[in-house]
């Protein structure tokens, strides 16, 4: 797998984008019709919407795993699960119900605290980390690790708008090396300072020594993507570094 492909699901119909369904359909078909069209992830989109929408899907399933199995029905082609822990339900239960219903071929992703990993243990669900508004670079390095230690991937969502860090905006790029250097075996502290770097040359040299040494497949495998509600803005963002387009490395 390439450092970014299948990186970028498209959340278009989310804040802050909101756009309307019946314009981010064709703008998911141009996405997957560009010359990028090998970064962007499948659509995401609320189970009840899922007879709407003739692409590939990750639903966010906010009515318990127990309604998947219908909504699933109801799906072109189904990518990805995405779930918040019910109301009345704790994460581990949670967990188990929704790799229940799970078809043995779709990633299933829980959004829980941080703190209640564990959850997730001895089930092949994945975790949910909800970056915005933006964690401190201490809490959110430590959910990597704890992640990385657990043997656990996850997704991002909500407030990777740059690939650097930028303001109190966390980069995506920043993420993605403070995962290779958690498997690695770098500490909190250390991956807290990935997570904050916002020099541009910086952040693009460490990418470069990490392609070089050949890791970026075994750090995808646990970062797998992030939603964003437009895919060009970090497509662009990439462009202009020299990571993508005329200056791709």
Known sequence: MGIFEGLFDDAALFPPGNLPLAEAIPAHRAHRQSWYSALVGPFVCPADRAGAVPLPVSLILRDGPESLPQVQRQARELRAVEMPVPGG??????????????????????????????????????????????????????????????????????????????????????????????????????????????????????VDQVTAAGRWDAARAVFTSFGTCSIVEPIADLVALGLLGGGAR
């Open 89 to 206: 339900m704790n994460p581990t239960d949670a967990a188990r119900a929704l790799e229940k219903h799970l078809p043995d071929n779709v990633p299933g992703y829980l959004e829980l605290p941080w703190d209640d990993l564990d959850a997730l243990a001895g089930t092949r669900i994945r975790a949910k980390f909800r970056t915005g508004p933006a964690p401190s670079d201490t809490a959110l390095a430590g959910a990597i690790r704890d992640a990385v230690d657990r043997d656990l991937a996850f997704k991002c969502t909500a407030g990777l708008h740059h690939a650097i860090r930028a303001g109190q905006q966390h980069g995506f790029l920043n993420i993605l090396l403070a995962t290779d250097a958690a498997l690695q075996g770098a500490n909190r502290a250390d991956l807290a300072a990935l997570l904050a770097e916002r020099s541009a040359e910086q952040v693009v040299h460490l």
